[in-house]
């Protein structure tokens, strides 16, 4: 009985003032995930990691756009998103109050326009993505003439692509100069 | 299969397992050098397990249904034996079941610990356990319908709930008394609690004479979400949300499962920062339940003290981790984040502060006049029912059994450390308690001996192929006991199977036979003494077998009774 009340008196105020001061976390503490759309190129690696689905990517073709969404209801704050992201757009806060007033509170979106393609003019991939991808490509490219023709590539459909290849090997005339051999 | 280098270990089990059954083992396979599975003849299968279990040291660790009709046209049973004898391993007697026949001979009448496991496959993959003295569901509500078996690759998408159909339970409690007892019913459902689980209590005046239970009433279905809808490597996250005290024990069971099937080397950093952590959640939750039987026995003023010292281990798995308590520290291959510098020091200074507060504390709980009196020579778990039911933890080690997995087969970072393991012979919930205490300063010693010679390099590796259908176990030391995973590997990067068996899981079947013979106001805290996920059992339902009246009392009231023990609730 002593001992305890030594013990109590040693302790004295256990409490923290929270809700009335700040509570501290630790330095590299999980909370919720902050997403800056200027840096976000919607290329859905996020999407792809997230283990409880709590991101979302969804097209819409008529309008044109991409929208990217998080439910922080779902989110189980593993920070996932944050290691697959290529441009560093979303990373951890500190920030652990979450509670809202309204369900659909829960959710942040963010609209991106799509890119047409440039031989058929349907919409193709993020525009964002597109350009993010261009850029690189002058880091691999030798000539600037060969840039130009690999971001002509990338800014084309899989479906024009394929026709384009088809086209191409068409007018190389293979049957043609097997004829020719024979 | 990867080619496995060290000696394997356990060959001699099998080799006398072929010896004195001539023709049952049909093929032998070895996951790990230390692990194998063995396929016996279905009728040779009861035999098998008792040969092992009883006269090789064997105890019964998980069983594993399977429904492998699309891989070879049949279903499989896996009976995982721990081996503890001279050769510590695990074998694993696999038995194919005809998809056409779908029923086994069952190995409860031998190895009494199978027949929750029996019950449970049964009610998953309908699979008949021709012999299993008890016949009632296990893990399915009782108006679940007929032949709809949901682990069943065919049966049903992973999001199908039927609609109840009835309000009242039909569940069949079972009262072995030879005298007449009053029901004292305790559960199942609190409004604001997350597990619940309903307890009978058949009693004769305040003497609990027997017991019945059940639980699963918030059974998750997780087994067929990994399934159906996560990738491999998303598992290890819904592994860390089995369990709201020691998930991340089932994080790790679950990773080494996978890496032990595709023969995956974990760095030595990596798999020393696993245990290290595994050693942090040991901390907080060996305090929780000091706290808990603080609070049972009436002494809530420790209750408190505990709760408050246990902050600075919450602490420091923030700190260690980003987060209190789903670490979200492991990926098929090793961790995610390393141990700084700077995180170490504060470790062992934070590990230092916990040392004097929880001996000071300890000092305090083992002079509190009373608390002897509640605890001793209360719960007793014989000797022997814990040899035949396989229980885990600290609930085997109070009854004398030296079984620890850290000790037995070294996983993670054990394997760079000797981990000594506790025994006590009062088989009580003293024992238990002393037990826990015992391991709280050990995991204060594992954690100081691993920050000081942590192995160099990385802590994941990436270096490894996904391959479709490879399967073996994975397996922790939790708090609560032993934790044990067995994943096979599917195609697409999904798991085709994820068995996930609890400590406490292996716990339950006893808890009957501590609670006969205690005092009804003993109960929730021989409850408490296995130390469950702590089932937040609402009210109980008290029937007296001389007057044949039954009474239902809530839980607080009960619990009240058991810290106050005056002003006794029953009629």
Not at chain 1, 81 to 95: H, N, Q, Y
Request: proline share 6%; net charge negative.
């Amino acid at each position: 009985m002593l001992k305890l009340l030594r013990e109590v008196f040693r302790t004295g105020e256990a409490t923290v003032k929270y809700p009335f001061a700040p509570a501290e976390v630790s330095k590299d503490f999980r909370g919720k995930p902050e997403h800056d759309s200027v840096s976000c190129i919607a290329c859905a690696a996020c999407t792809i990691a997230c283990p409880p689905n709590a991101i979302a990517m969804e097209t819409d073709v008529e309008a044109e756009t991409r929208t990217w969404s998080i439910s922080y209801g779902r989110c189980i704050f593993c920070g996932r998103c944050e290691e697959a992201c290529p441009t560093g757009a979303i990373k951890l806060s500190a920030d652990f109050e979450l509670a809202v007033a309204r369900k659909e509170d829960l959710t942040t979106k963010a609209v991106f326009r799509l890119a047409k393609c440039r031989s058929c003019g349907e919409p193709l991939a993020p525009a964002k993505e597109v350009a993010y991808v261009a850029d690189l490509i002058n880091a691999f490219c030798t000539s600037p003439e060969e840039a130009d023709r690999t971001r002509l590539l990338v800014a084309t459909c899989p479906e024009c692509k394929r026709k384009h290849d088809v086209e191409q090997v068409a007018s190389l005339g293979i049957e043609r100069q097997l004829e020719n051999r024979r | 299969m990867t080619a496995i280098t060290e000696p394997r270990i356990g060959q001699s089990y099998i080799t006398a397992l072929r010896e004195k059954m001539p023709h049952a083992v049909l093929e032998e396979r070895w996951q790990t050098h230390n692990q194998a599975t063995i396929t016996v003849k279905l009728d040779a299968l009861p035999e098998a397990v008792r040969t092992l279990y009883y006269d090789h040291d064997g105890w019964l660790s998980t069983m594993v249904g399977n429904d492998e009709r699309s891989l070879n046209g049949s279903f499989g049973v896996y009976y995982v034996l721990s081996m503890e004898g001279a050769e510590k391993c695990h074998v694993v007697v696999h038995a194919a079941i005809p998809e056409d026949k779908p029923e086994f001979p069952s190995v409860t009448p031998k190895v009494p610990a199978a027949v929750w496991y029996e019950r449970e496959v049964r009610d998953m993959f309908g699979l008949h356990p021709v012999g299993l003295p008890d016949e009632r569901r296990l893990v399915l509500p009782d108006d679940w319908p007929e032949a709809l078996y949901p682990l069943r690759k065919d049966s049903m998408d992973y999001r199908f709930r039927p609609e109840p159909t009835a309000d009242n339970e039909t569940y069949k409690f079972v009262n072995d008394s030879k005298v007449e007892t009053t029901v004292v019913p305790l559960g199942p459902l609190h409004v604001t609690s997350d597990e619940p689980g309903h307890f009978r209590l058949y009693v004769d005046g305040e003497d609990i004479i027997d017991a019945d239970y059940r639980m699963f009433y918030v059974h998750r279905g997780m087994e067929k979400l990994a399934e159906t809808r996560m990738g491999y490597n998303e598992v290890t996250f819904l592994a860390d949300r089995v369990c709201g005290i020691c998930g991340y024990a089932h994080s790790v069971a679950y990773a080494s499962s996978v890496e032990n099937a595709l023969g995956i080397k974990v760095p030595a950093r990596g798999q020393a920062i696993r245990s290290i952590l595994l050693e942090t959640e040991r901390l907080h939750s060996h305090l929780l339940n000091l706290g808990l039987v603080c609070h049972f026995t009436g002494f809530d003023s420790g209750f408190m003290q505990f709760f408050r010292v246990r902050e600075k281990a919450m602490t420091l798995a923030e700190m260690l981790t980003g987060s209190r308590k789903t670490y979200a520290m492991n990926l098929i291959g090793g961790v995610r984040r390393d141990i700084l510098g700077e995180q170490r020091l504060s470790t062992l200074k934070l590990v230092g502060e916990l040392r004097t507060e929880v001996k000071r504390l300890i000092d305090i709980l083992m002079s509190t006049p009373n608390f002897e009196g509640r605890v001793k020579g209360v719960g007793r778990l014989d000797p022997q029912i814990a040899r035949d039911y396989s229980p885990v933890g600290p609930v085997v080690r109070g009854s004398g059994h030296r079984r620890d997995t850290r000790a037995d087969h070294p996983f993670a970072g054990y394997k760079l450390i000797d981990t000594p393991v506790h025994t006590e012979t009062g088989c009580d919930i003293l024992s238990r308690t002393l037990i826990r205490v015992a391991e709280f300063f050990d995991s204060l010693a594992i954690i100081e001996k691993l920050l000081d010679d942590t192995p160099t390099g990385p802590v994941l590796t990436e270096d490894f192929t996904y391959r479709p259908h490879q399967f073996a176990l994975g397996f922790t030391e939790a708090p609560r006991g032993e934790d044990m995973h067995w994943s096979m590997t599917g195609d697409n990067q999904k798991l085709y199977r994820w068995r996930c068996r609890a400590s406490t899981y292996n716990n339950w079947p006893v808890l009957r036979y501590m609670l006969r013979g205690n005092t009804i106001s003993d109960a929730p805290l021989i409850v408490g003494s296995i130390d469950p996920c702590y089932s937040c059992t609402d009210r109980v339902t008290i029937i007296d077998v001389n007057k044949a009246r039954s009474k239902t009392i809530s839980y607080k009231e009960m619990e009240r009774y058991c810290r106050d023990r005056t002003d006794s609730p029953l009629p």
